[in-house]
């Protein structure tokens, strides 16, 4: 049988085993996230686009477009940080090139001006009243807990364990010397790298968000409900890439304190607990992305219907 020699330095692997090992370090952090929200972005402005005025219409494909050419640069760019060994960072990094995507929907989006000159109240429009009550303080404490890991992790106190039996009920001669860990704060800068990056991006992509003009006209209540779906987008990758970030830095500590199995003790057991709090904040972070940035359809008010949306008149 051929066999060729592994990249992660396990020569002699048979070719099909190394394509699994590929799929597996590159599907689990990579393509998984990519499906899900392709087509939960893909179904959504879908059905989103149901029933709406042409210049809507026009705003839901350009966002599926465009969240699905971010997944596509997303891809990219984990597969890249798959190669270089950071497939931690991987997820992020999908959901970094996605946020992307939306950034540029929302700079390429502009409406021309259609229509007789019109004559309307000033009105000013903030982010707050676009986003869910829960997800700016939501969103800030993890960014928070993110930039806050490296500096917490580089004050903690090292952990030590003294010599151990391997196996101390069949060869208790053989003795292990014990170990020094260190908290890997070095190792969680890119992380909290990632999500600076996306406070930033977000931001600027919010901020569009609300200054775009209205498309609807006569009909206030569907320019309100696209700038909340677009909102609502924009969040959820800021706070995907959190979450991510967030992921990482709990499973890069529990390998930085990780002890043998039969030492034991605290440090195992921290070890255990950060890595599958990593493994849940992952999970969680696709569900939020899918969930939070689903494109919600919107249906035209009646003749005479007002809408009570965010946007108030201002002080003249």
Same mark, same amino acid.
Not at 192 to 198: D, I, M, P, W, Y
Not at 262 to 273: D, E, M, N, T
């Given at each position: 049988m051929t066999t060729h020699a592994s990249r992660a330095g396990l020569p002699g692997l048979p070719f099909w085993v190394q394509a699994l090992l590929v799929l597996f370090y590159i599907g689990i952090p990579v393509v998984i996230p990519v499906l899900l929200v392709g087509a939960t972005v893909w179904w959504a402005t879908r059905r989103a686009r149901l029933d709406m005025p042409a210049g809507l219409v026009r705003r839901a494909r350009l966002a599926r477009l465009a969240g699905l050419a971010g997944l596509a640069a997303g891809l990219i760019l984990g597969v890249l940080a798959v190669q270089l060994g950071q497939e931690l960072l991987a997820p992020a990094s999908v959901a970094v090139g996605y946020l992307l995507g939306l950034l540029t929907a929302e700079l390429l989006w502009v409406p021309a001006p259609t229509g007789p000159l019109r004559v309307a109240a000033i009105q000013t429009r903030h982010v707050r009243g676009y986003l869910p009550r829960w997800s700016v303080p939501v969103v800030l404490s993890a960014g928070v807990l993110a930039l806050a890991a490296p500096i917490v992790f580089a004050v903690l106190p090292t952990l030590r364990y003294g010599p151990w039996h391997p196996n101390a009920r069949d060869a208790p001669q053989i003795i292990l010397p014990g170990a020094v860990l260190q908290w890997p704060s070095a190792a969680c800068v890119p992380p909290?790298? *990632?999500?600076? *990056?996306?406070l930033v991006v977000g931001g600027i992509a919010l901020r569009r968000v609300v200054l775009l003009p209205p498309v609807a006209v006569g009909q206030p209540g569907l320019d309100e409900g696209a700038r909340r779906n677009s909102a609502r987008a924009v969040l959820a990758a800021v706070l995907a890439i959190e979450l991510f970030a967030l992921?990482?830095?709990a499973i890069l500590a529990s390998w930085g304190v990780q002890?043998?199995?039969?030492?034991?003790?605290?440090?195992? *057991?921290?070890?255990?607990?950060l890595f599958w709090c990593g493994i849940g904040l992952a999970v969680a972070a696709v569900l939020v992305w899918c969930v939070l940035g689903w494109w919600k359809r919107l249906i035209a008010e009646p003749p005479g219907a007002t809408a009570a949306g965010p946007a108030g008149p201002a002080a003249a």
């Open positions: 909290a790298a *990632l999500t600076v *990056l996306a992921a990482a830095q002890v043998p199995g039969p030492v034991g003790g605290p440090a195992y *057991l921290i070890s255990r607990i």
